[in-house]
């Protein structure tokens, strides 16, 4: 039988199941791809508050990925909250030496707005763990704090967008829901400029939303989907996703990761 595709997730967790890697393995497998987690920090959260963080030890992370690779190396990975400068360094460290596609997801605040990354922590990322990227996914209040400018427009993308590839990334992938139009993403990859729009959906389910789109980005990169397919066919998941959320929690609840693929 052929061997199924894996794909790999770094990232902190949701005890709730709406974001961080919980998301990212649901995400994995509506997408017919193996899920591998390693655990970079612990969040006490649900869909209304995040009332602790406990970032792991950069040792036990660097551990964690060395089991996977050694035995099930994946065909595609991504990062989401890594918690500290010394974690993100670590995880830099470590996927130097990766031969596949990785994606960065720059997770910074929790959709309850609860601070998942210190500014050295955020220097880090940007000058260590960017330049290894295959894609970088930042959504607006992201990508301001890796340029300093201010986003109001879809020129205001583009230019960010331009900034951010200069920090190394093969390609970025500006997400435009912070906008006041629609939500219209920008992929840049040095040779072009690609959107991605759809209609906003009026609704507060948004809980998880970039980790989803993120993975399923990871996913689609896994099967050896070109980039911008991949990115097309996951934000076409997303749309679904938000569009269908079950409506759990009393506050802001998760997407719904039941959504079809297509």
Avoid: W
């Avoid at 076409?236 to 759990?248: D, K, S």
Wanted: with cysteine; aromatic share 4%.
């Amino acid at each position: 039988m052929p061997q199924m595709p894996v794909a790999l997730t770094i990232g902190g967790s949701d005890p709730s199941g709406g974001a961080g890697i919980q998301a990212d393995l649901k995400t994995f497998h509506q997408f017919g791809v193996y899920g591998e987690a390693v655990i970079a920090l612990l969040t006490v959260q649900n869909s209304v508050r995040v009332s602790r963080v406990e970032v792991m030890d950069a040792e036990l992370v660097v551990e964690q990925i060395a089991a996977v690779m050694e035995d099930i190396p994946p065909d595609a990975a991504k990062t989401g909250a890594l918690g500290s400068p010394e974690v993100v360094e670590a995880v830099a460290r470590a996927v130097a030496n990766f031969e596949f596609p990785l994606v960065v997801d720059p997770v910074m605040v929790s959709t309850q707005g609860r601070e998942l990354l210190s500014p050295a922590a955020i220097q880090a990322l940007r000058e260590l763990l960017l330049p290894r990227a295959t894609l970088v996914m930042p959504n607006i209040p992201e990508a301001e704090i890796f340029t300093g400018i201010k986003i109001c427009s879809l020129d205001d993308v583009r230019r960010a967008a331009c900034l951010i590839r200069s920090m190394g990334p093969r390609a970025v992938l500006i997400k435009g829901g912070h906008l006041k139009t629609e939500p219209t993403d920008v992929l840049f990859d040095g040779a072009g400029y690609r959107e991605f729009p759809a209609a906003r959906i009026a609704t507060p389910h948004t809980h998880g939303t970039g980790c989803t789109y993120s993975a399923a980005v990871t996913a689609g990169l896994a099967v050896g989907l070109p980039l911008p397919e991949a990115v097309a066919r996951a934000k076409r998941f997303v749309h679904e996703a938000i569009r269908g959320n079950p409506g759990l929690g009393h506050g802001r609840g998760p997407v719904n990761h039941h959504a079809e693929v297509s």
